[in-house]
C-alpha cells in the first residue's frame, strides 16, 4: 500500500474523495445540476451522509486525486 506522500493524508481518505469526486461526475454525465448532484451525495449512506463544507472539501481534494498519476500503472 502506498504511503501518503507527504500530503498528511492517508490513503484510504484520498480514495473516498476521488469515489465521491467520480460519483459527481457520473451524476452530471446523467443530467443533474450540480447542486443535484451535491445533494444526492449528501444523502447517500455509502458516504455517511456529508454536511455540505465536508462534501466541498472531499470534491476539491478528489479533483486533485483525479488528476495525478495512478497508484498501480497499467502494463500493456
Not at 31 to 40: D, F, H, P, T, Y
Not at 54 to 76: D, H, N, V
Amino acid at each position: 500500500k502506498p504511503i501518503a506522500d507527504g500530503s498528511g493524508e492517508s490513503y484510504k481518505y484520498r480514495m473516498k474523495c476521488l469515489m465521491v469526486y467520480n460519483k459527481y461526475l457520473q451524476l452530471q454525465a446523467q443530467g443533474k445540476s450540480k447542486l443535484r448532484a451535491k445533494n444526492i451525495i449528501m444523502g447517500m449512506p455509502k458516504f455517511g451522509k456529508p454536511a455540505p463544507t465536508t462534501l466541498k472539501k472531499w470534491l476539491i481534494t478528489g479533483k486533485k486525486e483525479s488528476k495525478k498519476q495512478p497508484f498501480f500503472p497499467t502494463y500493456t
